[in-house]
């Protein structure tokens, strides 16, 4: 535990994964998805518990996940945007939000969350959402970000008039954006070819790994003969 990570947590900052949605497109409930023998949920939850205080899994009361905590999401619709209202309201502190279904997420990324808002926050008037934003198409990712209690009451406000998309919920002025390239932390699993492409990506990371301790060993023994 970093003493950043230290830091988050007594600033009382939670986190919320959102395994609330209808994964119609994939077939099924994507937060049980197994990758390397690990469903995506508990690679997220075990994330995500490393940085907050607490860590609750979004979902319908219906679609209970056992062995998980879990913050029942009562919306009316099956848009992120009511998980994240309802984590803000039950926790009535800044939330961590992730979507279940991103195998590849790391702490690196995590990291510059929590320093891009732990610094924003002290010096942007009015910050609502601290997020990433792509280099060149500008997408931001909307559920990997930290939303602020005071993003309450315009959440509610889209909830009531049926506007779900974060993007067009928080003004770009009320959002810190941190811009980035990188690609593989936000690829996120929606098909069933999606999780094939992820299953080869976690093949050549192994592949990348292994090559990279070969090297150092090598460089070690010719270091000391």
């Known amino acids: 535990m970093t003493k950043s990570d230290n830091a988050l947590k007594e600033a009382t900052i939670n986190g919320i994964i959102l395994a609330g949605g209808l994964s119609s497109r994939f077939g099924m409930c994507k937060s049980l998805i197994e990758l390397d023998k690990q469903s995506l949920l508990k690679i997220t939850f075990e994330l995500l518990s490393e940085y907050c205080k607490k860590v609750l899994v979004s979902c319908r009361e219906e679609k209970k996940i056992a062995d998980y905590p879990c913050l029942y999401d009562n919306e009316v619709c099956y848009a992120p945007i009511s998980g994240i209202y309802t984590?803000?309201?039950?926790?009535?502190?800044?939330?961590?939000?992730l979507s279940?279904?991103?195998?590849?997420?790391?702490?690196?990324?995590?990291?510059?969350l929590i320093d891009a808002r732990n610094t924003a926050v002290q010096e942007q008037e009015n910050l609502l959402m601290t997020t990433f934003r792509h280099e060149g198409t500008d997408f931001i990712e909307a559920l990997v970000s930290i939303y602020e209690v005071s993003a309450m009451p315009l959440?509610?406000?889209?909830?009531?008039?049926?506007k779900y998309a974060l993007w067009k919920v928080i003004p770009e002025e009320n959002r810190k954006h941190i811009t980035t390239s990188h690609i593989v932390p936000f690829f996120n699993i929606n098909y069933q070819q999606d999780l094939e492409k992820a299953k080869e990506i976690k093949v050549l990371q192994k592949t990348l790994n292994t090559k990279v301790l070969l090297n150092s060993s090598a460089k070690k023994k010719k270091r000391w003969g």
């Open 87 to 97: 984590a803000l309201e039950y926790f009535q502190t800044p939330v961590i939000v």
């Open 100 to 112: 279940c279904d991103l195998p590849f997420m790391d702490r690196e990324t995590i990291q510059k």
């Open 155 to 162: 959440l509610r406000k889209a909830l009531d008039e049926k």
